[in-house]
């Protein structure tokens, strides 16, 4: 009995783990931005809709935004503390241009396929 209820126990183990496995795999990859010096780095990406873009304040002493404020796309993420980091999925075609509200030289240029 004792052998059977090992065998069941690493064999649940093992399949809820692999399950796992399986569901990250399928997730929408993000992409990863980072603000630091002022500057996104990259400060373009070509993306296909429905991609995930995630930017990070890698800056060690500065806030900083992340806004879009197109006519068929807007997002605002609000101030962005050291370390903090925010999302933005991009939903529709066309080629955006996200800025820092603080910092008004920052600039990333993204552009979205149709596919």
């Known amino acids: 009995m004792r052998r059977l209820t090992s065998f069941c126990v690493t064999f649940g183990f093992l399949g809820a ?3 796992g496995l399986a569901l ?4 929408t990859p993000s992409l990863h931005v980072s603000q630091k010096g002022r500057a996104f780095q990259p400060n373009a990406l070509n993306v296909s809709r429905g991609a995930r873009v995630e930017i990070v304040n890698d800056d060690g002493d500065l ?4 806004y879009i404020d197109a006519p068929d796309f ?3 993420s609000g101030d962005l503390k050291p370390g903090s980091r925010t999302q933005v ?3 529709v075609p066309g080629t955006f241009a996200v800025l820092c509200g603080i910092h008004p030289k920052m600039r990333l240029t993204v ?3 149709g596919h």
């Open 17 to 19: 783990a692999s399950a």
């Open 24 to 27: 990250a795999a399928v997730g």
């Open 63 to 66: 806030l900083h935004h992340v």
């Open 74 to 76: 807007s997002f605002d």
């Open 89 to 91: 999925v991009f939903t």
């Open 111 to 113: 552009r979205v396929d």
